[in-house]
């Protein structure tokens, strides 16, 4: 038997958002365990070059519903990348997900060959569908799922690997 569109998407994406909210719980549990400001940790970075955690947050969520919208050929909705707090990224991350489980799998099947044009600050990015979700999306949102629990991870938050990865 051979994996979806959709169940490469989906799913795959609802699960990261899901526990990339755990361990946004846990750091503001942190947070307000040690007395520390919470914008402490949501400005922290791992290294001067690389965004905060709440920007990790929004590129997460930005691709995680940029990907079913371009795979479902839809328009994507824009976000205001606001945020200033862990309650308003947990609601960002929430909106996301029920975002991506209003999709119904005849939406995002079949678009292994739709084309998908990214326009970045620089240049132009084309895909394939497939291409697009297994070399592009899954990589990046993993990549900011990633820095932010290691961002929180280095503050001192207990996290563990089983937060990262969640339940089966």
Same mark, same amino acid.
């Given at each position: 038997?051979?994996?979806?569109?959709?169940?490469?998407?989906?799913?795959?994406?609802?699960?990261?958002?899901?526990?990339?909210?755990?361990? =946004?719980?846990?750091?503001?549990?942190?947070?307000? %365990?040690? !007395?520390?400001?919470?914008?402490?940790? &949501?400005?922290? $970075? @791992?290294?001067?070059?690389?965004?905060?955690?709440?920007?990790?947050?929004?590129?997460?969520?930005?691709?995680?519903?940029?990907?079913?919208?371009? =795979?479902?050929?839809?328009?994507?909705?824009?976000? %205001?990348? !606001?945020?200033?707090?862990?309650?308003? &990224?947990?609601? $960002? @991350?929430?909106?996301?997900?029920?975002?991506?489980?209003?999709?119904?799998?005849?939406?995002?099947?079949?678009?292994?060959?739709?084309?998908?044009? =990214?326009?970045?600050?620089?240049?132009?990015?084309?895909?394939?569908?497939?291409?697009?979700?297994?070399?592009?999306?899954?990589?990046?949102?993993?990549?900011?799922?990633?820095?932010?629990?290691?961002?929180?991870?280095?503050?001192?938050?207990?996290?563990?690997?089983?937060?990262?990865?969640?339940?089966?």
């Amino acid at each position: 038997m051979s994996i979806t569109m959709y169940q490469a998407c989906v799913p795959v994406l609802v699960r990261a958002l899901t526990n990339l909210s755990g361990v =946004l719980t846990k750091g503001a549990a942190h947070a307000a %365990e040690k !007395n520390i400001a919470p914008e402490v940790l &949501l400005h922290t $970075r @791992i290294t001067p070059d690389m965004f905060p955690l709440i920007r990790q947050v929004q590129i997460a969520t930005d691709m995680a519903k940029g990907a079913a919208f371009r =795979l479902a050929g839809k328009d994507v909705p824009k976000m %205001e990348d !606001n945020e200033t707090t862990f309650e308003e &990224l947990q609601k $960002r @991350i929430a909106y996301v997900i029920d975002l991506l489980k209003g999709f119904k799998p005849e939406e995002i099947d079949g678009s292994e060959e739709r084309e998908i044009v =990214l326009q970045t600050r620089t240049n132009e990015l084309r895909f394939r569908g497939q291409d697009y979700l297994l070399g592009f999306v899954l990589p990046n949102i993993y990549f900011h799922c990633t820095t932010a629990y290691a961002i929180l991870r280095g503050a001192g938050v207990a996290l563990g690997k089983m937060d990262f990865i969640g339940k089966p």
